[in-house]
Structures are given as C-alpha cells and as structure tokens.
C-alpha cells in the first residue's frame, strides 16, 4: 500500500509527506520534483518548452512509474489527478488523501514560497487569486472522486494534518 497526496499547490502535500515518512518510516517522494529530476528542467522550463501537454505527458510517466512502488508516500502534483490514465494508475495502488485548503490560504502559501515563482509557471492567464479559484472549480471534484479521505489543512499546522491521516487511516506509526 501507498499514499498519495493530492490538492492543490500550496496544499502542504510536500510537507505532510516528510512528515508522514519520519512517523511511518516509509520512503517519500515528491512527484514534482522528480519530474524535474529526470527533464533535467523546472516544471516553468518545461511549460515554455513544450506547452502543458509536454508537461503533462511527462508527469503521467512518473506518476505510472511511482505507483508500482510500495509502502511509499507520493506527494503529486496539483494537477496530476486531470488525466484519467494517471488516477487509473494510483487506484488500487494505495489509499489517495486530498488536502484542502481556501484558495485565500493556498495563495498565501504560494506567495511565501520563494521557489514557486522560478518553477512553476501560472496555468491560466491571471494567475493569482483568480487563478485558484477556476482551476479549483474545475479540480475540486475530481479530487473529490479521487479521495479516499479529505483533510482539511486549512487552520491545522502540517503535523496534525500528518497525525490525522494516520489516525483516520489507522495506520501504524
């Protein structure tokens, strides 16, 4: 089994991920970030190179590839979850865990993360505030379908969202 982190960017999937891995002694991976690892690009290089498609279809690779892994807690892109072959490929593989947050809150966490801006590039033309807000619109129930449990990481500091996962998935520590 596995658990794959999902929800927006600024969610915290990274950061409960870490957590969860030190209380779990599980391996973590950020999906992201190995992404980039193996384009030898940011996500934003990748976006300007070839377009959300290009983006996209290296994203499906690593998501087929991280979910034949085992006891590993994934945390995937926002978008990851958009592409049926991606969310065929976490079903059964492991339990899917949506962190929501207000789109208020996510843009505070983006602003306040200094790497965002150099790697990854805004999804619509607006960005910001505007920009959360529709792409939740769209995202929100496909997260929804997706999620074998929702936590909300709104008001709750990483740790507790981390201790609630486990609580509610009655994992052992």
């Not at 600024?10 to 991920?17: E, F, I, L, P, Q």
């Not at 980039?36 to 690779?61: H, P, V, Y």
């Not at 801006?117 to 529709?134: M, V």
Request: hydrophobic letters at 45%; a neutral charge.
């Amino acid at each position: 089994m596995n658990l794959f982190l999902i929800g927006y960017r600024g969610s915290g999937k990274t950061t409960v991920a870490a957590i969860l891995a030190e209380r779990l002694g599980w391996p973590w991976i950020d999906a992201d970030a190995e992404l980039e690892r193996r384009a030898g690009r940011t996500i934003k290089q990748i976006f300007a190179g070839g377009g959300e498609k290009a983006f996209r279809d290296l994203e499906s690779a690593v998501v087929a590839d991280l979910a034949k892994c085992d006891r590993r807690i994934v945390a995937l892109g926002g978008g990851a979850v958009l592409r049926e072959a991606n969310r065929e490929a976490i079903r059964g593989r492991g339990k899917v865990v949506w962190l929501k947050a207000s789109p208020e809150t996510l843009l505070a966490r983006i602003e306040g993360d200094a790497t965002t801006t150099a790697r990854r590039p805004n999804l619509t033309g607006h960005g910001g505030l505007d920009e959360i807000r529709t792409l939740l619109a769209e995202r929100t129930p496909i997260y929804e379908v997706c999620a074998d449990l929702a936590i909300d990481a709104e008001n709750e500091s990483p740790a507790q969202v981390a201790r609630q996962i486990i609580a509610e998935l009655k994992l052992e520590e």
